[in-house]
């Protein structure tokens, strides 16, 4: 290959990337960390994690974007923590959180989050370089 060859096909690889590296390494390491935080994420029967999802990819050019969210209607309270108090009354026209199987804890329960998107954020790190390093080297291919 001659130097001329050989800058045509930079060019090219350069082109390539500049459209779509960020978006293909941010859809990479969106699936990365999303498999990461399935194994950080607290359970009991499941539901939470299994409402875990890469929801989105948006982004062109030198800049992109993955959304991982939970869909689990307590996800928030169960990262975050925080108090639920009980807004229904019970058969014995009492405002009481809990059931006959697990028990009634009172009125309200505070709970302290357990912060597992920020646990799967730090535990992710090495996957997601590994991501887009995976990512990088398939656009550097002449």
Known sequence: MNLDEFAARMQAVTDRAEEGLARDCAEE??????????????????????????????GSGPTAQAVVAAHARYARFRNDGGTITAKKKNRRGQYMLGTPAAGFFGRSVTQRGAHYFERAEAQSQTEIEAACRAALDRYLTL
């Open 29 to 58: 390491a969106g699936r990365d960390f999303l498999a990461v935080l399935r194994v950080v994420t607290p359970k009991r029967t499941g539901h939470l994690m299994e409402s875990e999802s890469l929801d989105s990819v948006t």
